[in-house]
């Protein structure tokens, strides 16, 4: 599986506006890590054992995945959680590492840089379904982040383990980013 089409691609290219831009947003860097996770357990290099997570630590090739690897190795004692909130890589950086392979185009100007990612050719179901609920869980389609259901989980297949807890960290990411802004302002109004 080439990681320039996996689920943090797809992720990524769900975060374009419609100028190709790309905007930042916390959620989104941690969406991305949870995303780079996604793709380790599918590439078969992140594996739920019954004693705990097995890692192999063989480079993939796609730099972000690459990175949030070896620091899980380095620190293999830490929970995913962890890696999802404070992981060394972020959604620029799967965007910036597609556009190095040349699956996605750049073109850079005095207003940013501007992304152009191809439509996916076949694909995998479970990770298609991947990319809807991480899509919802971090608001990557332009709504607010909003809770998964039991059935969309269920579409991920092998991978539902590994994104129903991406997806709940999303979710305490949101709550967390929403308290921060809401105590920012002195009030209680949440930020969409």
């Keep these: 599986m080439q990681l320039t089409d996996g689920v943090a691609a797809r992720l990524a290219a769900v ?3 419609r ?7 916390d959620i989104w860097d941690a969406a991305a890590r949870g995303a780079l996770l996604v793709d380790l357990v599918h590439a078969g290099r992140l594996v739920d054992a019954d ?12 730099l972000p995945a690459d990175a949030l690897l070896t620091a899980v190795a380095a620190e293999p ?3 995913l959680d962890r890696w999802i909130d404070h992981g060394p890589v972020g959604m620029r950086d799967v ?10 185009t750049a073109r ?15 694909p995998d179901a479970a990770v298609a379904a991947a990319v809807v609920v991480l899509t919802r869980a971090c608001g990557a389609d332009g709504r607010r982040p909003e809770p998964v259901s039991d059935d ?18 999303l979710a305490v990411v949101h709550r967390r980013y929403l308290g921060s802004a809401g105590a920012a302002d002195g009030g209680s109004v949440p930020y969409y």
């Excluded at 004693?51 to 063989?58: P, S, V």
């Excluded at 850079?108 to 076949?122: E, F, K, M, S, W």
């Design 95 to 104: 965007a910036e590492s597609c556009a190095a392979a040349g699956s996605w």
């Design 77 to 79: 004692g830490e929970p």
């Design 15 to 17: 975060c374009l506006d």
């Design 19 to 25: 100028r190709g831009r790309l905007r930042d947003y």
């Design 152 to 169: 969309e989980l269920g579409a991920t297949g092998d991978l539902r383990w590994i994104c129903q807890a991406v997806t709940d960290r």
């Design 51 to 62: 004693d705990g997570l097995a890692l192999t630590t063989d480079p993939t090739g796609f």
């Design 108 to 122: 850079r100007g005095l207003l940013g840089t501007r992304y152009a990612a191809p439509a996916p050719v076949d």
